[in-house]
Structure formats: structure tokens, C-alpha cells
T-cell receptor
């Protein structure tokens, strides 16, 4: 059974600082997604990573995938308050398009 | 392009009552998903449809939950009878292989069971 672990679960950052969120998963997969969720809102797709070594960047966020280590990272550069949200990674299974989500990382950026 | 539509947005019921949620996916998306998101957790898949057929319902509590997707478009999720532990946000999502299977989520229905 695929298990997805994110850490940290809670992250409080100062504006302008850098940090990384980690997503580990337990079985082979070649699809990994990152989503953002604002309080009381639904999930918004950020990145899709489909191969080993894939790297995607959008603004201050950069995501990467290492399928051999079963690890994805979401790196935040020079954080700003608007990045405050909960970030989920989700890993694709071999069966259909089913995704298994991590527990989420609550990010708070303090000004 | 219109997003995934869900209704109602909020629902408060007493335990042992029944409730139904409705979802209209993005036009042309053959795959539809229902998730349960308990406060502080990631979404958990309840059921996945491909057109009007069920692909995966392994985590659906079938003694009280049911779902259908007649005609392969809209879908309804029903809980009967509801329990206190069913309090959660119920999210609907849809996807297509043309967009790398990215799942697009609706705003969700927040259910409170008292």
C-alpha cells in the first residue's frame, strides 16, 4: 500500500527566508503532484512531475522529483506572506489515476 | 472553461439523517473522483469513476455511502445514515489524460454532523 509522508507538517517562516518541504513515498511511482490549499478553499494544482530528475519552477516555488529515492521537494525562495497556505504532495499509483495525498504542510510566512 | 461545480457548499445535519452532494465535472473530463477531507488531513479518495463506470471504490464505506454517475457526466454522493465521524469536506475532482491527469477540484461541500 502506497504511503506518502510530508515533513514538516507545520512551518513558520520569516519573509525573505528559504526553506524546503519534503515528500517521501513508499512504493514506485512516476507521477507526483503538488497542490496548494488556502483556508476554506479547494485545492489548486501547482506542479506535475512525471519523470526522474524533473524540475519545475513557478515564481518563488521550485519542485523536483527523485524517483529512485522516492522523494520530492518543494523549495521556497525568499518567502512572502502570500505564500501562506497548506501544501500537499500527491503520488500517483499504478492503478488508474488514483492519487494518494500526504497530510499537508501548513506554511505561515511572517512579515 | 468552467471549473468543477459542487453543491451545496455547506450542510448541517443530525446523526442518522441522510444527505446528498452533487458534482458537475469540467466538460470533457471522463474521470471523476470523490474525496473526503477531514480537518487537518489530506484528501482521501472515496470513489473514482471512468465515464459512468466505477474504477475504484475500495475506501468507500459501502454500508452507508453510495455514489452514482449516470450518463457519465454529473455525479451524486449520498450518505445514509450519517455518523458524527462523517463530518468533513467532500471534494469532487475531475481529470483527463490530455492534461497529464491533473485533478481539478471543486470548492467542496462542508458537512457537519451533529
Amino acid at each position: 500500500e502506497l504511503k506518502v509522508e510530508q515533513n514538516p507538517l507545520f512551518l513558520s517562516m520569516q519573509e525573505g527566508k528559504n526553506y524546503t518541504i519534503y515528500c517521501n513515498y513508499s512504493t514506485t511511482s512516476d507521477r507526483l503532484y503538488w497542490y496548494r490549499q488556502d483556508p476554506g478553499k479547494s485545492l489548486e494544482s501547482l506542479f506535475v512531475l512525471l519523470s526522474n530528475g524533473a524540475v519545475k519552477q513557478e515564481g518563488r516555488l521550485m519542485a523536483s522529483l527523485d524517483t529512485k529515492a522516492r522523494l520530492s521537494t518543494l523549495h521556497i525562495t525568499a518567502a512572502v506572506h502570500d505564500l501562506s497556505a497548506t501544501y500537499f504532495c500527491a503520488v500517483g499509483t499504478e492503478y488508474g489515476n488514483k492519487l494518494v495525498f500526504g497530510a499537508g504542510t501548513i506554511l505561515r510566512v511572517k512579515s | 472553461e468552467a471549473g468543477v461545480a459542487q453543491s451545496p457548499r455547506y450542510k448541517i445535519i443530525e446523526k442518522r439523517q441522510s444527505v446528498a452532494f452533487w458534482c458537475n465535472p469540467i466538460s470533457g473530463h471522463a474521470t471523476l473522483y470523490w474525496y473526503q477531507q477531514i480537518l487537518g488531513q489530506g484528501p482521501k479518495l472515496l470513489i473514482q469513476f471512468q465515464n459512468n463506470g466505477v474504477v475504484d471504490d475500495s475506501q468507500l464505506p459501502k454500508d452507508r455511502f453510495s455514489a452514482e454517475r449516470l450518463k457519465g457526466v454529473d455525479s451524486t454522493l449520498k450518505i445514509q445514515p450519517a455518523k458524527l465521524e462523517d463530518s468533513a469536506v467532500y471534494l469532487c475532482a475531475s481529470s483527463t489524460p490530455r492534461q497529464r491527469h491533473i485533478q481539478y477540484f471543486g470548492a467542496g461541500t462542508r458537512l457537519s454532523v451533529l
